[in-house]
Antibody
Framework: QVTLKESGPVLVKPTETLTLTCSVS??????????VSWIRQPPGKALQWLAH???????SYTKSLRNRLFISRDTSKSQVVLSMTNVDPVDTATYYC??????????????????WGRGTVVTVSS | SYELTQPPSVSVSPGQTARITCSGD??????AYWYHQRSGQAPVLFIY???ERPSGIPERFSGSSSGTVATLTIDGAQVEDEGDYYC???????????FGGGTKLTVL
């Protein structure tokens, strides 16, 4: 059974760095075409994809937050870590991690999130 | 920047057909995916690769895509189908991954 679980601080002060951990089970972060995404959802608002990392260590970030995000993985611990620098109250949200699944077609690869964690709520406030 | 556009809300009576659309310029070349989110819960994948249904998702849910519009159809909507539905896809380059703004489905 594939599961993902997010963990991290509940409360962070403005300008601090937020570090979140996604612990996975039921699949290996070193398997080919395997990856994990981070997604967030501010209260009452839509989902926003933040970043992803693949088993090849390929990483990508959403354009608007590229300068503040860093994603990494520890395959021995089955964990993916997301760091966000210089947080602001607008970064208050539920943060989710999700497994990336892949569809291979003659035209290319398609990536999507198939299994999600339950999310962790982060509040940015002084 | 690239956007996926959804109607904010859709309302139907129980047993009626509900259709939720997702518009994006890259959709002719990129698959659309659909997620359902109940209040306070994590999103759940309901449709992948435009039309495919994961195991465990009821048959009344189906997906289609034509041109720049992807559509999630619920044939015979039920009260338990209420919640927020999000489409997901990528831009033409595949670099930017994004969700639509979400559609709140009400069945009453």
């Amino acid at each position: 059974q594939v599961t993902l679980k997010e963990s991290g601080p509940v409360l962070v002060k403005p300008t601090e760095t937020l570090t979140l951990t996604c612990s996975v089970s039921g699949f290996s972060l070193s398997n080919a075409e395997m990856g994990v995404s981070w997604i967030r959802q501010p209260p009452g608002k839509a989902l926003q994809w933040l970043a992803h990392i693949f088993s090849t260590d390929e990483k990508s970030y959403t354009k608007s937050l590229r300068n503040r995000l860093f994603i990494s993985r520890d395959t021995s611990k089955s964990q993916v870590v997301l760091s966000m620098t210089n947080v602001d109250p607008v970064d208050t949200a539920t943060y989710y991690c999700a497994r990336i699944s892949t569809t291979m077609t003659p035209g290319g690869f398609y990536y999507y999130m198939d299994v999600w964690g339950r999310g962790t709520v982060v509040t940015v406030s002084s | 920047s690239y956007e996926l556009t959804q109607p904010p809300s859709v309302s139907v009576s129980p047993g009626q057909t509900a259709r939720i659309t997702c518009s994006g310029d890259a959709l002719p070349k990129k698959y659309a995916y659909w997620y359902h989110q109940r209040s306070g819960q994590a999103p759940v994948l309901f449709i992948y690769d435009d039309t495919e249904r994961p195991s465990g998702i009821p048959e009344r849910f189906s997906g289609s895509s034509s041109g720049t519009v992807a559509t999630l159809t619920i044939d015979g909507a039920q009260v338990e189908d209420e919640g927020d539905y999000y489409c997901y896809s990528t831009d033409n380059s595949g670099v930017e991954w994004l969700f639509g703004g979400g559609t709140k489905l009400t069945v009453l």
